[in-house]
Structures are given as C-alpha cells and as structure tokens.
C-alpha cells in the first residue's frame, strides 16, 4: 500500500492527531545532539524524541534513571537549535514528576523555557494523572509513555515484554483511555504484544506510537544510535537496522590513524 502523505511546513501536535485521523503513520526518532537532530529533521521525520535514553547512549549509564534535568534541557536545546520542521518531544527525567504534581510543572516549564521543547513525554498512567493534568493546565501539551516504562527498571526487575497476562493487559488499557480523557496528545507504547497494541490504538483517538508493540499502532519510534547500528551490542528483535555503523565508523577511525601513522595525511594538497 502507498504511503498517504499530506504536506506539512511544520509538525504540531495537531498534525499528529490528524496523520492518525487520516490514515498516514508517524515516524519518530531520538536525537540529543545538534548535528544528528538536523539530519534527522532534514530527512523529513515527523518527531524528534529528546529521550532520557540519552542517559544510556550518550552517557554511558546502565539506566535511564541517572541522567538529570539540566542535562535533558542541555540535549534538547542542542536538538532545538537545529530543526525546522519536526515537532520535538523532551522526555522528563526520572525524579522530576512522580508523586509531586507542583514539582512535574516546574520541570515540564523548565524544559520548555530553557530548551524551547514543544512538549513533554512522561512514564506511567494512574499514579501520575496529577501531574498530568497540572502540566496540561499550563498549555504544555504531554505525551504518555505506558508498556515497559525503562525509569521503573527496578520494579521490572528485566526489560522483558510487558501486559502478557490479563490483568497487567487490563491496567495498560485503563491507563491508555485515561490517558487520553486526561489529554494527552499521544502516547508511547513500548514493548507490549502486538494483539494489545492494535487493540489499543483503535480504541483511542490520539496517536499511539509504538517501540516493540507491532504493526497495528500509529506509528513507530526507534532509537537513533540503535537503527543506524552504531550500538551493535544491543539487539532486540523490534529493531531493524539500517546501517552497520560501528563497523562503517571503525573502518574509517582505522583507515585515518593508519594515514597518520604512515604520513599519508595530510598530503601536498592538504598544506597551507
Ligand atoms: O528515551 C527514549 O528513547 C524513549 C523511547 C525508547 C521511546 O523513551
């Protein structure tokens, strides 16, 4: 099937409700950084996930949970200052919104203040609709994040598939209607099986974009570093890659110290 695709100068929330409405899919990807942002923008995605995965492929950290809020506006202020036509979503860090709804605004204000982001993205349902609902009534539009939610790792205790059995499939359903009565423009579902995902998205009017959740959502959201193969040592099966990088980048690091070592760089025409 071909892919239908209205023409958009720019992406808004709006936009993504309406791809939903009228049948076209959502592509998203996660950028950090300024120079990877304005290719990924330039190429034509629809959204740029300033993700606090950032923590694990920027920083090194085994989780999510360490990286801070002056780092994730750091990074989407970067990824800002390079785009022109995607819509980009900042996720909240870990400690920044749950169990205090005061403290969820003032983050979700400081990110989009001092980055410029034109929204935020949160983990959880139920125990965190006040938060929710406090940043919505500032006018800072929220994108959900439900399935396997990587700030809860510890709870998880794996990052295995999420709402296999009936009653964690129930609560996800639960928590993606109250979702969207709250008002969330979309949501992320991340690792689920396919048959719920499905299920999901045509019971909701809001975009539900998935990671690991099938073919049956609105659209798909990868890691960047991840599909351009860059971090070849992770390897779920939702991931398809596009590029062999690390080995493409290895090749190239190889060939320069080779050229240096040798002196074949510079050569006559790289003098001044
Ligand atoms: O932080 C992130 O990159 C994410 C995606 C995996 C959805 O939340």
Avoid: W
């Avoid at 995965?53 to 990286?67: D, R």
């Avoid at 202020?77 to 390079?82: L, T």
């Avoid at 396919?194 to 998205?201: D, F, G, Q, R, T």
């Amino acid at each position: 099937m071909s892919a239908i695709k209205k023409e958009y100068k720019r992406i808004t929330t709006k936009s993504v409700v309406e791809m939903k409405a009228n049948g076209e899919k959502i592509a998203m990807l996660t950028a950090y950084d300024y120079t990877m942002a304005k290719i990924v923008d330039h190429a034509g995605i629809d959204i740029i996930l300033v993700g606090d995965s950032a923590s694990n492929v920027m920083a090194g950290h085994e989780t999510t949970l360490p990286i801070t809020l002056d780092q994730m506006i750091y990074h989407a202020s970067s990824v800002i200052r390079a785009i022109e036509r995607c819509l980009v979503v900042v996720d909240l860090p870990f400690g920044t919104y749950q169990g205090n709804s005061k403290l969820a605004l003032s983050s979700a204000i400081r990110i989009m203040k001092e980055s410029g982001g034109h929204s935020v993205k949160l983990e959880g349902g139920e125990e965190i609709a006040e938060s929710i609902t406090r940043i919505l009534s500032a006018g800072i539009p929220v994108m959900g994040h439900l399935g396997l939610t990587p700030q809860s790792i510890y709870k998880f205790g794996t990052y295995t598939v999420r709402a296999k059995e009936e009653e964690e499939a129930e609560k996800l359903k639960k928590d993606a209607k109250l979702l969207e009565e709250l008002g969330c423009f979309a949501l992320v579902l991340e690792k689920v099986p396919s048959k719920l995902a499905k299920e999901i998205a045509e019971s909701l009017t809001i975009p539900v974009i998935g990671i690991g959740a099938g073919d049956g959502v609105d659209g798909q959201v990868l890691v960047t570093h991840d599909m351009l193969g860059m971090t070849h040592e992770f390897s779920p099966r939702f991931l398809r890659r596009y590029l062999d990088l690390y080995v493409e980048m290895g090749d190239a690091f190889k060939n320069y110290i080779n050229d240096v070592k040798s002196r074949d760089f510079p050569n006559k025409e790289e003098l001044y």
